[in-house]
């Protein structure tokens, strides 16, 4: 029986390259898997898979009674509704540990690394198995992702080191090139409407049983969205509402400016305003140097709940 591979729901470049490059390194030693996903994948995603010559992982929504490995995240809201009828094999990460709990022993790799590529990597090298040359690609683009082309809190000594060894095997010597032109094509919002910018970076998160859904865009300039603010809070509002959200945050980032919009929906904005210590105007606000959803607002509106 196949083992199926997969990340997280509205899949991101690591959690797509996390599929590949995983379910490669197990067929090497020995285990067959099929690199899978939950939703379709990001133009930053098919700027990788074009440029590395990758295939599209497996669009896999049910999984009961499957043996799976799960990269990328640990929270059950995000994996699939059945995610509980699977056998969950391994687990290799870079959040904070989720809810999700297995009755048999699994294999974890989680480690505060910036991308679940870069343990992906180590663990290539644990094995002794060499990266073909377009996963070390693809691979390489994972990790100047979730890093932000290192700029991001969450890139380690470890992610760079990984970039720079995986630049090599693929024969990349611009690496950072790469990276900004990955970012241009994710920046791309030309014909997008509001709503599908607001789910497409979207994570909701379970907080003491108060649902927050938080999206993020990673731009090189947010202010070609400055003429549609309006239109993505409305789009915002109809969102919360639809889901049953206590709060929506959309974090209109910008990488080269390095620091977020943040724009929010939310049933107590005094939960947010108390969190990062600042005051909403016209529900929004700038934040200086906040980069990371995971390191920079998580852990601090959580305990808000
Ligand atoms: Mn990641």
């Known amino acids: 029986m196949a083992t199926y591979v997969f990340g997280h729901k509205i899949p991101d470049s690591d959690s797509i390259v996390g599929a590949i490059a995983l379910s490669y390194l197990k067929n090497q030693l020995g ?44 929270d059950k809201i995000h994996f699939q509704d059945d995610i509980d009828e699977a056998t969950i094999l391994g687990i290799f990460d870079h959040h904070k540990l989720g809810d999700l709990t297995t009755s048999t022993p699994l294999e974890m790799w989680v480690r505060p690394v910036g991308c679940s590529n870069t343990i992906i990597k180590e663990v290539y090298d644990y094995h002794g198995v060499k990266i073909p040359k377009n996963i070390a690609g693809m691979m390489m683009c994972a990790i100047l992702s979730d890093t932000v082309i290192f700029k991001s809190p969450t890139c380690t000594k470890i992610d760079t080191k990984a970039v720079k060894e995986l630049a090599q095997i693929c024969g ?127 852990p601090f509106l959580q305990p808000q709940f």
């Open 172 to 298: 990349i010597e611009d690496y950072k090139k790469i990276g900004m032109d990955m970012f241009i094509a994710k920046s791309q919002v030309d014909g997008a409407s509001a709503r599908s910018l607001n789910k497409r970076d979207y994570k909701a998160f379970d907080m003491n049983g108060q649902q927050v859904g938080i999206n993020q865009l990673e731009m090189v300039d947010i202010s070609v969205l400055d003429p549609r603010i309006d239109e993505l809070m409305q789009d915002m509002k109809a969102l919360k509402e639809e889901e049953g959200l206590h709060t929506m945050i959309v974090l209109l980032t910008d990488i080269m400016k390095e620091g977020s919009m943040l724009l929010t929906v939310s049933d107590d904005t005094s939960k947010i305003e108390s969190a990062f210590d600042l005051k909403l105007h016209n529900s929004r606000v700038w934040m200086d140097g906040v980069l990371s959803r995971k390191k920079q607002i998580i």
């Open 31 to 74: 285990e067959e898997c099929i690199p899978a996903r939950q939703g379709a994948i990001s133009a930053e995603t098919q700027f990788i898979l074009d440029k590395f010559d990758g295939e599209l992982p497996l669009l896999k929504t049910s999984v009961a009674g499957e043996n799976v490995y799960i990269v990328d995240s640990t």
